[in-house]
C-alpha cells in the first residue's frame, strides 16, 4: 500500500495518478489500432470525453435520487464537489447509455467501436486494479498462503 | 535475406507488410490447429480446467482463523475503529470506546484548514438536530500541525458544542493514517467505521445521509 508518492516537497496522491496514467497509456493503445476497426481515433475520444462527463453527472444524479429530501433545504449540496457523493452504479449505467447514443447518432458501427475499445478498457482496468491497491480500499480476503500481503492487520490476498 | 530496415532484424522479411502477412498466416494455422485439438480433447480440456478452477478456489479459500474483519482495528471500513484516549478543552480525558452504542462523526481537523473550517457549522447544526437520537461529533484538533488556543478561538467563534480533543503528538492522525485534512470518519454503534470521507468541506447533505443510514441501522440492531 502506498496512497502517497512523496517527491521532494510534491505528496502526489498515487492512485488517483494511476487511474490518469491508465487512461492514457488505453487511449494512446486505442488510438493506434483503431484503423484496424474503422473507427476514427477522435470517435475514441469523444467517447470517452463523453464516458467521463455524463458518467460523474449520472453518478451524483442518482446519488441525490437516492434520498432527495436531504437535499431539499440543501440546494448547494448538490454541486458539492465532494467524491463521497457519487454513486459508481449510476455513472456506470449514465456512461454507458450516452456513450450508446453518441455511437448512434455518429453512426458508428456497435461491434467494431467496442472492438477499438477493448484497449482502453483493458489497460483502465489494470490500472483500477493498481490504483485499489496503492490505496488499499479494495483489499482482498484474509489468507496465509505465500502470496499474502500485510494489510489492515492481517495478511491477505492482494486486491 | 537479412532486412534491418524498419527495426525488422528477422531473416525473411523485405518489409513490414510481408511480416504482418506472415503473422496473419501463422494466425490462422494456430487457430485451425487449436480448433482440431479442441474437436479432439474437448471434453478432457473443460473437465482438466473444471478440475483445475476447484482445486485454485479451495487452496485459496479464506482461513476460518481470521475471516471476521470487525475484530481488526485499522482506519477503514468495515473494521473496529482504533481506540483513542485525549483529552479535551477542559483537560477531561475522552475515550472513544467507550462511547460505544452511540454513533461518531470522528472528524480529524486543524484550525488553519479552509475546508475544515467551511464543514464545521454544517458538522454542528447536524450534531444539535441528532444529539437526542445518540448522535456524538468528536473533532479530534491535529494540534502537532496546529496550535490549541487558535482551535479553541475558532471553535468560541462560530459555538461549536461537541467535544473537541487535541492530539498533541499526532499519534491519532498516524493510527489514522490521515493523508489529507479533513478526514472524517462514520463510526456505528459497535464501534466499526462505516464510511471514510477523505478531504471536504463535507455538505450537510452528505452529513445526513451518512448519519440517517448509521441511525436506521442502529434502530434495526434494537429491535428484536
Redesign the interface.
Known sequence: MM??LNIGPLAI?LPGLLLIVGLYLGLWLAERYSMRYRIQPNALYNIVFIALIFGILGARLFYIF??PE??T??L???V?L????LDPFGGIITAAISCLIYGQRKKLPFWSTLDALTPILAVFAIALGTAHFSS??A?G?????PWGIEL????R?PS | MISKKNGLSRIGYANREEKFLDIRLNTFYTCENMKQVFSKYGNLIILFTFLFGSGWIW??R??DS??D?VK???P?KG?LAPDLSLPDTNGEIITLSELRGQIVILNIWASWCTPCRAEMPAMQRIFKEKESQGLIVLAVNATNQDDQVSAINFANEIGLTFPIVFDETGEISRKY?V?ALPTSFFIDQAGVIQ?V?I????????L??EI?KLLVKQKESKSP
Do not use: C
Not at chain 1, 480476503?141 to 498462503?145: H, N, Q, R, S, Y
Not at chain 1, 489492515?152 to 495478511?155: D, H, L
Not at chain 2, 478531504?199 to 452528505?206: C, D, F, N, V
Open positions: 496512497p502517497i496522491q437516492r434520498s436531504m437535499f433545504g440543501n448547494t449540496s448538490i458539492s465532494n467524491y463521497a457523493m488499499g480500499s483489499f480476503m484474509a489468507t496465509d498462503l489492515w492487520g492481517t495478511k490476498h | 487452496i485459496s479464506n482461513p481470521v475471516n474483519p481488526i482495528t485499522a477503514q473494521f493514517q493523508r464510511k470521507v478531504g471536504g468541506p463535507m455538505s450537510e447533505a452528505l445526513k445521509i440517517e
